[in-house]
């Protein structure tokens, strides 16, 4: 999926999916991280309803069975579906998606995975921007910069740039939005 192969990235998760019924019939659904990464790829084909559909059964899962790191990256799902039924729908009520984007942040800062914080950030700072609190946006954007640069996640640092020139677009300056665009 994320080296751009969406059509075989699907039918792959589907059947992992399927193993994972065969071996755990009482989970039926992809689950974790491998849940978490099916979710990114229906989100990326907008499918926000399905992962919301998903995301709370395997967040009841998470809460009953595994630990901090799946809660917040169901409570991630669930946050970044929410956001894009709100830019979708156009009723302007980001509540949901703020509520559970910060308890995304808040679950993996607990969880102690720094490796998987920026996705929070990232994904909350979106939010921000649309939402047009810019300062907290750059907040987001600047935590999640900074670990990634600092642990060698070069992904995290690219998308960190990309969400820099959307913030800069969105306060106006197409100039920044280059410096980012080009950084990326």
């Known amino acids: 999926h994320q080296a751009g192969n969406g059509d075989e990235a699907a039918a792959l998760f589907r059947e992992a999916e399927e ?4 071996w755990q019939p009482e989970f039926p659904l992809l689950y ?10 229906l989100l990326g084909r907008g499918e926000h309803r399905e992962v919301e559909r998903r995301a709370a059964q395997t ?13 917040a990256l169901d409570h991630l799902s669930l946050g970044r579906a929410r956001l894009l039924r709100a830019e ?7 509540g949901p998606a703020a509520r559970e984007l910060d308890a995304a942040v808040d679950g993996l800062r607990q969880s102690g995975q720094q490796d998987d914080l920026p996705r929070g950030l990232l994904a909350r700072a979106d939010l921000h921007r649309i939402t047009n609190d810019l300062p907290a ?14 642990s060698g996640m070069r992904l995290f640092e690219t998308d960190a740039h990309l969400g820099y020139a959307r913030l800069a677009l969105a306060a106006r300056d197409p100039a920044a939005a280059r410096e980012h665009l080009d950084e990326a």
């Not at 974790?32 to 790829?41: E, N």
């Not at 967040?59 to 809660?71: E, H, T």
């Not at 979708?88 to 980001?94: L, S």
């Open 19 to 22: 193993m994972q019924k065969a």
């Open 32 to 41: 974790s991280l491998q849940g978490y990464r099916y979710c990114d790829l």
């Open 59 to 71: 967040l009841v899962w998470a809460k009953q069975y595994l630990g901090l790191l799946d809660i």
């Open 88 to 94: 979708r729908e156009g009723k302007g009520d980001f």
């Open 137 to 150: 946006a750059r907040r987001d954007l600047d935590e999640a910069l900074a670990l990634a640069t600092r």
